[in-house]
């Protein structure tokens, strides 16, 4: 298994600014995913971060808004750019781990956006 | 490309009695199948996954699964639920190969009462 966490749990922040969530692992993992929940939804990829090379977006998110750093195999961040209220979501790390066939959570950070 | 329904958004059940939330999958490759439990306010939790093998899968909190190919279903069930069972479940798939993202389904709520 694999432990992950996140910072911030939450937080509120103002239209117009950006947000960076960190996700850490206590373990090295290949592949990295974020997700996105908005409220009463299910989760929708955002996209794949893989260390050393450059994040796969899913078709409707693009690096411009949502630019992911992968410095090593435990930690990530994701960046939230420009906000906006559509923004206010829930947002979570996961990572593949027992052989790539089981994917794990973090336990998200709630953003709002006024 | 794969996708995941889950038939029911919502299940009103009593006490003590059984329940079924219902999953069905699209793909055209063979899929590893997940179900994932969101209590209020927390993270994802893994429930259980049928990868191969048996294709009745057994979980925590006596929870259970079962693959169905032709059916292309994977049911979950419980004989007796709990108050403490009342919570988000989502249903989930990877399919291919090992090592892409899962995708969910839109989830179903379950809500017991006495």
């Known amino acids: 298994s694999a432990v992950i966490s996140q910072k911030p749990s939450r937080d509120i922040c103002q239209r117009g600014t950006s947000l960076t969530i960190q996700c850490q692992v206590d373990?090295?993992?290949?592949?990295m995913f974020w997700y996105r929940q908005q409220p009463g939804q299910s989760l929708t990829l955002i996209a794949t971060?893989?260390?050393?090379?450059?994040?796969?977006?899913e078709s409707g998110f693009v690096i411009d808004k949502f630019p992911i750093s992968r410095p090593n195999l435990t930690f990530s961040t994701l960046t939230v750019s420009n906000m906006s209220p559509e923004d206010s979501s829930i947002y979570l790390c996961?990572?593949?781990?027992?052989?790539?066939?089981?994917?794990?959570f973090g336990p998200g950070t709630r953003l709002t956006v006024l | 490309a794969q996708s995941v329904t889950q038939l029911d958004s919502q299940v009103p059940v009593f006490e003590e009695a059984p329940v079924e939330l219902r999953c069905n999958y699209s793909?055209?490759?063979?899929?590893?199948l997940f179900w994932y439990v969101q209590y209020p306010n927390q993270g994802l939790q893994l429930l259980l996954k049928?990868?191969?093998?048996?294709?009745l899968v057994k979980g925590i909190n006596g929870f259970e699964a079962e693959f169905n190919k032709s059916q292309t279903s994977f049911h979950l069930r419980k004989p007796s639920v709990h108050i403490s069972d009342t919570a988000e479940y989502f249903c989930?798939?990877?399919?291919?190969?090992?090592?892409?993202?899962?995708?969910f389904g839109k989830g179903t709520t379950l809500s017991v009462s006495s």
């Open positions: 989930a798939v990877r399919a291919g190969q090992a090592g892409t993202a899962l995708i």
């Open positions: 049928y990868l191969s093998g048996s294709t």
């Open positions: 373990s090295q993992v290949t592949m």
């Open positions: 996961s990572v593949l781990a027992g052989g790539l066939n089981t994917q794990y």
């Open positions: 971060a893989n260390q050393g090379s450059e994040a796969t977006y």
């Open positions: 793909s055209s490759v063979s899929v590893y």
